[in-house]
C-alpha cells in the first residue's frame, strides 16, 4: 500500500511511502496497523503516521510522536499492537501526478522541484528534475502461469481450427475431383455421340 505524506524538505510536496513489516529506526515514519492504547492514553489511533522517537533493543516496541517537536508521544508495544514502517520510494505526488525524483542537471522543458536556491539562479544541487516513472513490467510468477495457460489454450483452439481448414480442404478437394471426373465422361460421352452420330449421316449419304 502506498502513502503519501506531506515533506517539509520539499517544500511541503507529498512524498510517497511503500510500508515495509520490519522494526522502526529513530527518526523513520511509521503507520499503526493495531493499536489498544495500553497504558498511555488515546494519543493516536490505527492509521495514523508518526515518527519513530526511541527504540527498544528486545521486542521492536517503540516511541512515536505525531510530528518531532510534539510534547506529547505514545509507545507502540509490540505485545499489543503493531506497526508498520514508511519508506520512501524516492516517488513524489503533485497535482495528482506521480513523479520520480531524478538528481541530474535539468534540460530545456524538464520540470523541476526547487529544494535550495530560487529560480532564476539555481545551482545543480538545489533541485530535482521530475520524472514520470515508467510503468513496471513485472509479473509475479502467478501471472506467468496464468499467461502460459492462457496461450496453451489459445495454441489448442489454433490447431483445431486449423485441422477443421485442413479437413474442408479436402473435402473440397474430393468434391472437386468428383466434378472433373463427370465432365471427363460428360466430354466422352458426348463425343462418342457425335462419331455414332456423323458414322450415321455418312452412311445414309452412301445409299
Avoid: W
Avoid at 19 to 40: F, P, S
Avoid at 178 to 193: H, R
Wanted: net charge negative.
Amino acid at each position: 500500500m502506498k502513502y503519501y505524506v506531506a515533506d517539509e524538505s520539499l517544500g511541503g510536496v507529498e512524498r510517497e511511502y511503500n510500508a515495509v513489516e520490519r522494526d522502526a529506526n529513530i527518526g523513520e515514519l511509521v503507520v499503526l496497523t493495531k493499536y489498544e492504547h495500553v497504558g498511555y492514553g488515546e494519543y493516536a489511533k490505527v492509521g495514523d503516521i508518526l515518527t519513530c522517537t526511541k527504540t527498544s533493543c528486545h521486542d521492536g516496541s517503540i516511541r512515536v510522536k505525531k510530528n518531532i517537536d510534539d510534547v506529547g508521544y505514545t509507545f507502540i508495544n509490540k505485545e499489543y499492537e503493531d506497526y508498520a514502517v514508511l519508506e520512501p520510494t524516492g516517488n513524489v505526488r503533485i497535482d495528482g501526478i506521480i513523479y520520480r525524483l531524478v538528481k541530474r542537471k535539468a534540460d530545456i522543458g524538464d520540470r523541476i522541484l526547487v529544494t535550495d536556491g530560487s529560480y532564476p539562479h539555481l545551482y545543480t544541487k538545489g533541485y530535482y528534475v521530475l520524472e514520470i516513472p515508467a510503468k513496471s513490467n513485472t509479473t509475479s510468477p502467478r501471472d506467468v502461469h496464468d499467461v502460459i495457460a492462457n496461450l496453451t489454450d489459445r495454441v489448442a483452439k489454433l490447431e483445431r481450427k486449423l485441422q477443421t481448414i485442413e479437413d474442408e480442404k479436402a473435402d473440397l478437394a474430393f468434391k472437386v475431383a468428383q466434378v472433373d471426373t463427370k465432365i471427363t465422361l460428360d466430354f466422352e460421352n458426348v463425343a462418342k455421340l457425335m462419331v455414332e452420330k456423323l458414322g450415321e449421316a455418312l452412311v445414309c449419304g452412301t445409299k
